[in-house]
């Protein structure tokens, strides 16, 4: 891998604490500024719990330089519709209370999104989000759930990203973060806009494996 080469890649169960590590890192970093605490590492153990148990159901993408250095990252989970998803736990509420859900609908949740402050950029923003949105962009009837802190809520709404309010807000990870459901049609149209367009992203060989 040549020193200006990102490499996106599905990571296996073994690396998962690792990004877990990498997601909390990044938020006190950016959002607290402060010393690691007990606190953080109870919220790293809390994180990969978390992840391990909806592994079987996610794809856990990590975008490394050629150092091999995580400096981004982002996870999809395809939910059953059984085990309690990450914003519910976070928010104690329940989607299927808050959205209409049809039984035959695909439902999504995109979480730990992350980059390393002062290695990302716009380039690397949008990539990582092209390929956690790539298999709901293909489902034909998904319905999308996250939490965004409110500055990455209001990026992607200037990308054309909508999103649907449907909790309080509250600080999780160091930041006033919302619950939210994803317009998916305008998921669509940002896909379609940028999915072939690695050339202009400047990120030379990208692997998405």
């Not at 909508?162 to 006033?176: D, F």
């Not at 919302?178 to 379609?192: A, H, I, M």
Request: one cysteine or more; glycine letters at 4%; charged letters at 20%.
């Amino acid at each position: 891998m040549s020193k200006d080469t990102i490499e996106i890649r599905k990571i296996t169960a073994d690396r998962l604490f690792n990004a877990a590590e990498f997601v909390v890192e990044q938020n006190f970093t950016r959002h607290l500024q402060t010393a690691f605490t007990a606190e953080y590492f109870e919220l790293v153990r809390t994180v990969y719990e978390e992840e391990i148990i909806h592994f079987h159901q996610s794809s856990f993408f990590v975008a490394e330089n050629h150092f091999k250095t995580i400096i981004g990252c982002i996870r999809t989970l395809k939910w059953n519709k059984i085990d309690q998803l990450p914003i519910e736990k976070v928010f104690g509420l329940h989607v299927v209370e808050r959205c209409h859900i049809p039984s035959d609908s695909t439902v999504w949740h995109i979480g730990r999104f992350a980059t390393r402050k002062g290695a990302g950029s716009i380039e690397l923003f949008k990539q990582l989000i092209l390929t956690g949105i790539s298999p709901i962009c293909e489902a034909s009837d998904s319905i999308v759930f996250a939490e965004c802190d409110t500055k990455l809520l209001r990026t992607l709404s200037k990308m054309g990203i909508a999103s649907e309010t449907i909790g309080e807000p509250l600080v999780y990870l160091g930041s006033e973060t919302v619950p939210v459901c994803l317009d998916v049609n305008s998921l669509r149209t940002f896909y379609g806009m940028h999915a072939s367009q690695n050339r202009i992203l400047n990120i030379p060989n990208t692997v998405c494996a």
